[in-house]
């Protein structure tokens, strides 16, 4: 694990792997539940394998609950967020935390051409970070106590 590896190495050990997808017709209610039912901050809002938006607790909490809108009653596509910053496979991890930084997201749609094919969050990214640090130093402890091969 390194700071330099790209966002593809990390799906490749990210888990689970699937990105959870609603249609913008559905219900908030319904988005919200499958959030809750999987444990995740977001949902890709999609529509014939194309990304129309992402949804998030914090699109559920400024757009529904702060105005008093029903969750029941609203469509995701009323509030889902239609300005979505993705990256690509290739990103760097460290261009990637950059970008969450400047653009104050928690999480990125990866796009392959047209496909998405994962979905980052800065959950991911720190968690990577910490991983590479934590080899990093483990290489450098063993060289310093001589058991690093010369």
Known sequence: ??????????LQYKWPAAVQAVAPD????????????RNIG??????GG???GILSERD?????????R?????TVREIMTVDVICVTPRHGVEETLRIVTEKRVRHLPVKDGERIVGLISI?????WVINAQRSALSQLEAYVAGGYPG
């Open 50 to 52: 194309t990304l129309m």
């Open 1 to 10: 694990m390194e700071i330099t590896d790209s966002v593809a190495t990390i």
């Open 123 to 127: 959950g991911d990214l720190v968690k």
């Open 60 to 68: 559920y909490m400024r757009k529904v609950v702060l105005l008093g």
């Open 70 to 74: 029903s969750s029941k009653t609203t």
């Open 42 to 47: 977001c949902v890709l809002v999609m529509e």
């Open 26 to 37: 559905t219900f908030v209610y319904d988005a919200i539940k499958l959030m809750a039912d």
